[in-house]
């Protein structure tokens, strides 16, 4: 009978220390619960805006009005009086030219004053050799415009052929900026759409400028479209700045979305598998949650979006939500 007794003791011991060892656990697991982590973000709000939907396209600045002066004779360069980078008057002298025929008669004039025997020989050798060199026989190539020398291909005292080419001038107030437009792209644009450029060798300046006219031709190679974009202000700062064949990017507005709905760009995740895009928005509850939106218009920062839970106030997530599961609790 003491046994029994002793083993009735021992069972409830052992069942008393079961229970209390499930209520501690059970008190446990609700307390990890309770301390589960939550995850550091950062926010900001969708607002409503206007986006340019645009064209962006790679070219090089061009002027249309360009002289390559060239001699009219074949003969001697005896004065340059233009150089790379100097302005230019029309009408001014550029070249001075003394043609092979003058240039034979001062060579004969100066034999016949070498051989001279007699005083009157070597006065008529003499006078024969001032009008060999006069600048009667000296031709004058000039400018037939306004404009600044871009290129030099001769140097004074150098024999050159007739139709030779000596200089390049060009007018600046002429500068355009023709754009290498994607064939697929090129039925969007038009004549007279605003457009922007910009220069990795100019950062930070921005040139307004308009859609002039589109070339027939085609690129074979590039698949590309020439488009010219004429300049709005042509002050001496772009003057001074735009160089022929600088290398750019040009934005060509082809059309604006107004009052639509805008997030930061690295708000958005993309799915490459399906295409598809989500963002997280945060509730009032500090609940992190994905809502499938489609793109529209996207600038280099920011980018349209539509959406069902998404609205102009809307807070969403645009650091941390990489990988960040559904109904994560977040703060900021």
């Not at 607002?47 to 340019?52: A, I």
């Not at 980078?85 to 001014?92: L, N, R, S, T, Y």
Request: proline fraction near 5%; charged fraction near 20%; hydrophobic fraction near 45%.
């Amino acid at each position: 009978m003491r046994i029994q007794g002793l083993v009735i003791i021992l069972v409830c011991l052992t069942l008393a220390f079961a229970a209390c060892t499930q209520k501690r656990t059970s008190e446990e697991g609700r307390g990890e619960s309770a301390a589960s982590p939550v995850v550091r973000v950062k926010i900001a709000p969708v607002h409503r805006g206007t986006l340019d939907e645009t064209v962006a396209a790679t070219g090089k600045v061009d002027v249309i009005r360009r002289q390559k002066v060239i001699s009219p004779v074949t003969g001697t360069l005896v004065s340059l009086k233009a150089l790379e980078g100097m302005p230019v008057q029309e009408g001014a002298v550029l070249a001075i030219i003394r043609p092979r025929e003058a240039q034979t008669a001062i060579a004969g004039a100066e034999a016949l004053l070498h051989s001279a025997k007699t005083d009157a020989e070597r006065q008529e050798a003499q006078a024969a050799l001032v009008l060999a060199r006069s600048t009667q026989n000296l031709v004058g190539v000039r400018a037939v415009f306004n404009g600044v020398v871009a290129a030099r291909s001769v140097t004074e005292g150098e024999l050159v052929a007739e139709n030779a080419e000596l200089l390049t001038v060009i007018d600046l107030s002429t500068i355009v900026f023709v754009a290498e437009v994607p064939l697929q792209d090129a039925p969007r644009v038009h004549p007279g759409q605003r457009a922007v450029l910009e220069f990795q060798s100019l950062p930070g300046q921005r040139f307004s400028a308009l859609v002039d006219a589109i070339y027939p031709g085609t690129e074979s190679q590039s698949q590309t479209v020439g488009v010219r974009l004429r300049l709005k202000s042509l002050g001496g700062e772009a003057r001074r700045l735009l160089k022929p064949s600088m290398i750019g990017i040009c934005r060509i507005v082809t059309g604006v979305h107004k009052e639509v709905l805008i997030v930061p760009k690295s708000a958005l995740l993309r799915d490459d598998e399906r295409n598809t895009y989500t963002v997280v928005v945060v509730s009032p509850d500090s609940i992190a949650l994905l809502i499938p939106v489609t793109l529209g218009v996207t600038t280099d920062s920011t980018a349209e979006v539509r959406g069902i839970g998404i609205a102009a106030g809307t807070q969403v997530v645009i650091e941390g939500n990489y990988a960040l599961p559904d109904s994560t609790r977040v703060r900021w």
